[in-house]
């Protein structure tokens, strides 16, 4: 069975930073895409960064690009999210995802908020 589990979601201030950890189990990363999503309160959800383990490839969303890195861990099962310089505008609830590149089928974490105050 599949399960990822988000952790590291707190209150923050402007211009603070946080690490988001998402530990995986049930599937190895090799074929999958791990990625993190958000939504804010009213909005609909954002993807803003994604890893291919199998050769490094990242994506990050215009918004967080310089502020966010995300990274990986395999032997561990774990992806991070660094997220540096944080703005109130990045208040949301993050989720971690992991999307099958052969079925295009995606997990989903619980999610874990982050707070950013001004």
């Known amino acids: 069975e599949v399960q990822l589990v988000e952790s590291g979601g707190g209150l923050v201030q402007a211009g603070g930073s946080l690490t988001l950890s998402c530990a995986a189990s049930?599937?190895?990363?090799?074929?999958?895409?791990m990625g993190w999503f958000r939504q804010a309160p009213g909005k609909g959800r954002e993807g803003i960064s994604c890893?291919?383990?199998?050769?490094?490839?990242?994506y990050y969303t215009d918004s967080v690009k310089g502020r966010f890195t995300i990274s990986s861990d395999n032997a561990k099962k774990m992806v991070y999210l660094q997220m540096n310089s944080l703005n109130p505008e990045d208040t949301a609830v993050y989720s971690c995802?992991?999307?099958?590149?052969?079925?295009?089928?995606?997990?989903w974490g619980q999610g874990t908020q982050v707070t950013v105050s001004s």
């Open positions: 890893l291919r383990s199998s050769d490094g490839t990242t």
């Open positions: 995802n992991a999307q099958d590149l052969l079925t295009l089928y995606n997990y």
């Open positions: 049930g599937f190895t990363f090799d074929g999958y895409v």
